[in-house]
Nanobody, 124 residues
Framework: QVQLVESGGGLVQAGGSLRLSCAAS????????MGWFRQAPGKEREFVAR????????FYGDSVKGRFTISRDNTKNTTYLQMNNLKPEDTAVYYC?????????????????WGQGTQVTVSS
């Protein structure tokens, strides 16, 4: 069983930055692809970013390309999401997820474990 705990959310003005962290316990973190998803009120869950087991490849949703960066530290069992130039439309609950596959996908259905989510609110 893998447990994921997100942290780092909060309230920030447009143009600001936040860094989310996701600490994993249980299982073998270095063998999982990790993803970040978000869900705004009344909207479907949206893919934000993913990173393969080694950290060598990363993938991003179109709406965050060039502004967000996903990374991981396998020695700390933690994945990060650096969010820069935040916009009001980035407001959502952000979830990290673990895919028990080395490479993962951009589809939420392929992820077996999820954190509880952390709220990010961007004011205009």
């Amino acid at each position: 069983q893998v447990q994921l705990v997100e942290s780092g959310g909060g309230l920030v003005q447009a143009g600001g930055s936040l860094r989310l962290s996701c600490a994993a316990s249980g299982g073998t973190f270095s063998r999982y692809a990790m993803g970040w998803f978000r869900q705004a009120p009344g909207k479907e869950r949206e893919f934000v970013a993913r990173i393969i087991w080694s950290g060598g490849w990363t993938f991003y949703g179109d709406s965050v390309k060039g502004r967000f960066t996903i990374s991981r530290d396998n020695t700390k069992n933690t994945t990060y999401l650096q969010m820069n130039n935040l916009k009001p439309e980035d407001t959502a609950v952000y979830y990290c997820a673990a895919d028990l596959d080395l490479f993962g996908t951009n589809r939420s259905g392929s992820y077996e474990y999820w954190g509880q989510g952390t709220q990010v609110t961007v004011s205009s």
